[in-house]
Each structure stands twice: as structure tokens, then as C-alpha cells.
T-cell receptor, first 115, second 110 residues
Framework: NAGVMQNPRHLVRRRGQEARLRCSPM?????VYWYRQLPEEGLKFMVY????????ESGMPKERFSAEFPKEGPSILRIQQVVRGDSAAYFC?????????????FGDGTRLSIL | GQSLEQPSEVTAVEGAIVQINCTYQ??????LSWYQQHDGGAPTFLSY????GLEETGRFSSFLSRSDSYGYLLLQELQMKDSASYFC???????????FGAGTRLFVKA
């Protein structure tokens, strides 16, 4: 499967725990985007990364959230000390370039539930 | 601002044609993209318009008018499987951040 792979598909955490969401981009893609989606709402941009660099994190909360895209391995979105309001679907997308005309290919998402 | 406005839902019958509109604010505008998302699924890219005019891809077409700050997605010969949410999207200032509209939920009836 050469598509964008996200895991886990579903993640349940208790308040105060850490959540780690993984994303392997499409083969050959080095541009990764993370989005958050609440039910019946649109996708909210969180962060855009290239290999080993955070390019734009303007949509990510300043506290508890971090993202990385190491030279080797998947991109990781990390949420520390989760709260009920973090419950959402988190989607990762990748593209082959950073131009506005470049289509973004999405993974199936991680549904995060906070107990 | 750089927000996008689209209707929250549209209903149409199988075999019909439906148009989903999207208006945007002009600040830092590059072009308009459209994505489809079925319930519980991943968004999938449909089209991108940078220039004025109509882009056709099979049953789906997308149109842009930069002078009117407006675009639309046209779906022809509607099928039940077209029932989904449709999002318009654009880049934000600087060209990295992608901003999505709130989505239009399309219901196709038999």
C-alpha cells in the first residue's frame, strides 16, 4: 500500500496521559501536514513539516502539542497531558511539493478518545 | 481574513446536477482546491483551480472566478455514492498553511 499510513486508527487515553499519533507519508513525499477534525466540522490546520524541519506550526496549540518528522521514520504528533477537549479525529496528509497546486493525500486518520 | 464560506448542506436527486458554491476572501489567494470526504473516511483530492474558468474531470467540474472571489464544484449525473461532504480549501498567507471551509454535506436521494 503506497498511500499515507496512520496508526493507530483508534486511540483511547485517560485524562493526563500522553497520546502519540504516527504518520508515514506516501512514498516519495517529503511534505507532511497534520489536521484536526471535530464531528460535522471542517479540517483545522495544525502543522506543516518537511524532513527534520517544522515549516509552519501556526495552527498548533503552544502547550502540550508537538510534532516532528525525523530523517528516518514516520512523522509523530504528540499530545501531552491530554484533556477531554483533545478528543477528535486527527488526519495526516502528504504531498510531493509545497506548491498550492499540489494535491494533499490523506491518511485514514486517528480517532482519539479521552476518557 | 482568509476564510471560506460554503453552504452547510445540499440535497439533490439521483441523476441530477448540483452546484456547491464557495466564496473566499482575497487576501493572499493562490487558488482553490476541492476535497470529498465520506462519513468516517479520509478526505480525497478532487480538483484545483488557479486560473479563472472551468476544469472538468469526468462527472465533476470545478470553476473559479477570481474577480468575484468565488468558485464552485459541479457534480453531474449524481449517484448515491456521491453523498458525502465536500470541502473547498485554499492556502493561507505564506503559502504553507491550508485553510478548509466548514464543508457542504451533499445528500443524494433516489
Amino acid at each position: 500500500n503506497a498511500g499515507v499510513m496512520q496508526n493507530p486508527r483508534h486511540l483511547v487515553r485517560r485524562r493526563g496521559q500522553e497520546a502519540r499519533l504516527r504518520c508515514s507519508p506516501m512514498k516519495g513525499h517529503s511534505h507532511v501536514y497534520w489536521y484536526r477534525q471535530l464531528p460535522e466540522e471542517g479540517l483545522k490546520f495544525m502543522v506543516y513539516l518537511q524532513k527534520e524541519n517544522i515549516i509552519d506550526e501556526s495552527g498548533m496549540p503552544k502547550e502540550r502539542f508537538s510534532a516532528e518528522f525525523p530523517k528516518e521514520g514516520p512523522s509523530i504528533l504528540r499530545i501531552q497531558q491530554v484533556v477531554r477537549g483533545d478528543s477528535a479525529a486527527y488526519f495526516c496528509a502528504s504531498s510531493g511539493g509545497q506548491g498550492a497546486d499540489q494535491p494533499q493525500h490523506f491518511g485514514d486518520g486517528t480517532r482519539l478518545s479521552i476518557l | 481574513g482568509q476564510s471560506l464560506e460554503q453552504p452547510s448542506e445540499v440535497t439533490a436527486v439521483e441523476g441530477a446536477i448540483v452546484q456547491i458554491n464557495c466564496t473566499y476572501q482575497t487576501s493572499g489567494f493562490y487558488g482553490l482546491s476541492w476535497y470529498q470526504q465520506h462519513d468516517g473516511g479520509a478526505p480525497t483530492f478532487l480538483s484545483y483551480n488557479a486560473l479563472d474558468g472551468l476544469e472538468e474531470t469526468g462527472r465533476f467540474s470545478s470553476f473559479l472566478s477570481r474577480s468575484d472571489s468565488y468558485g464552485y464544484l459541479l457534480l453531474q449525473e449524481l449517484q448515491m455514492k456521491d453523498s458525502a461532504s465536500y470541502f473547498c480549501a485554499r492556502r493561507g498567507t505564506g503559502g504553507f498553511k491550508t485553510i478548509f471551509g466548514a464543508g457542504t454535506r451533499l445528500f443524494v436521494k433516489a
